[in-house]
Structure formats: C-alpha cells, structure tokens
C-alpha cells in the first residue's frame, strides 16, 4: 500500500519551517526520504530505522514514530536550495528490497 | 564510476509498438527497480529484482516485464504499448541490506529516467 503524505503542496517564504507527514497503514521497518528538484531524479536525504534514533542532517531531520506508522520531515529556517517535491519511502520489512513511494509533497521556497 | 544510467533519455511509440527500456550500474548493486512517475501519483514501483535471476512484481506490473540475467543490467519491457504508458520512468538499484559492509539499508540511486510518450 502506498503511504500517504500530506501537506500536498507548501509555499514558504526564506526562513520559515515546513513539517511534511507520511503515514502508512502498515508496519514500518524503515522510512527514507528523498528529494527531487524539477527534471531531475530523486535524491536520498536519510533513512529511518525502525527502533532507531531521529535523523538528523544540518536544518533537515526526520522522526519515526512505530506506533503511529508515521514520519515526519522537519525543514528548519528553509532556503532557496530546498524547494522541489519530497517523497517518503516505506519498507514493510516482509519482502526484501521492495520500496512503496508516497505521492509526493511539492515545496515551493520563495524570497 | 558512472552509477545507474538509463537509455533511451526520451522516446515517442505508437499504440501496440514494442520496447525495451535500458537499465545498467556499475556499483555492483545486488538489488534494483524500476519506477514509473506521473503527475500526483509519485513514484510507483513496478518490478523490482533482489539479484540476477530473481524478479517480482511491484504496484503496477500489467503491460510491463523484466528480466535480470546479469548484476548489472535491469531491462524493462513494453510488449504492446498503450497511452496509459505514457510517463517518466526511473530504474534505481541499491545495496543488499544484509551486506554490512556497504551502505544504509535500501538506499535507492536512481538512473536518470526515461521519458516515454506513447500516442
């Protein structure tokens, strides 16, 4: 089953944060996200184990809640450089090397 | 080291033409997939392969099929195309997850992704 990630889409202006949600009505072993700018393949940002601590990577980290099903993408003090859609990924754990994309949230950074 | 390339980047069909759309990479990769994107649909997951020899079916496998007889080629086949094919498609491959010696658990390098419009 796809995840379902929600905002759809966010303007933000420089500067602002942004929270992007993906759920899932599965067991999660592992949640990834990435990124993907216009034209361009998507990009691993990090990986969420299941058991495992907050991800974090400058003014981008991530949450994984087990008993919810769901994470959370954290965007703190945005820039310019982080608009383009961001997609999670989900691994149920029960069929090796499989990965079920969400639709995507599509992040607009304005000046 | 020219990670996961994809060929053609663009191709137009006609109704029932076939195709193959070309995967490779030189990571030596045991696992890879091929995805397909549409607008507001995300990425979808149509045939995946966890080693040469070993297919299966992801979210959307009808009208498409895959074989892997080596590790590093991953071809995907149009037999009779449609409109509904009409999309980008992404192939992307990874690492085992139980080879601990390489990186984060299904970690997806994708391709640069074929546009494929089908009239």
């Known amino acids: 089953q796809q995840p379902v990630q929600s905002p759809q889409a966010v303007i933000l202006r420089e500067g602002e944060d942004a929270v992007i949600n993906c759920s899932s009505s599965k067991a999660l072993y592992s949640v990834h996200w990435y990124r993907q700018k216009h034209g361009e393949a998507p990009v691993f940002l990090m990986i969420l184990l299941k058991g495992g601590e907050q991800k974090g990577h400058e003014k981008i980290s991530a949450s994984f809640n087990e008993k919810k099903q769901q994470s959370s993408l954290y965007l703190t003090a945005s820039q310019l450089s982080y608009s383009g859609t961001y997609f999670c990924?989900?691994?149920?754990?029960?069929?090796?090397?499989?990965?079920?994309f969400g639709q995507g949230t599509e992040l607009s950074v304005k000046p | 080291n020219a990670g996961v390339t994809q060929t053609p980047k663009f191709q137009v069909l006609k109704t029932g033409q076939s195709m193959t759309l070309q995967c490779a990479q030189d990571?030596?990769?045991?696992?890879m997939s091929w995805y397909r994107q549409d607008p507001g649909m995300g990425l979808r997951l149509i045939h995946y392969s966890v080693g040469a020899g070993i297919t299966d079916q992801g979210e959307v496998p009808n009208g498409y099929n895959v074989s892997r007889s080596t590790t590093e080629d991953f071809p995907l086949r149009l037999l009779s195309a449609a409109p509904s094919q009409t999309s980008v498609y992404f192939c992307a491959s990874s690492y085992d997850p139980y080879s601990t010696s390489q990186g984060p658990y299904l970690t997806q390098y994708f391709g640069p992704g074929t546009r494929l419009l089908v009239l």
């Open positions: 990924g989900t691994d149920y754990g029960d069929e090796g090397g499989k990965l079920i």
């Open positions: 990571m030596n990769h045991e696992y």
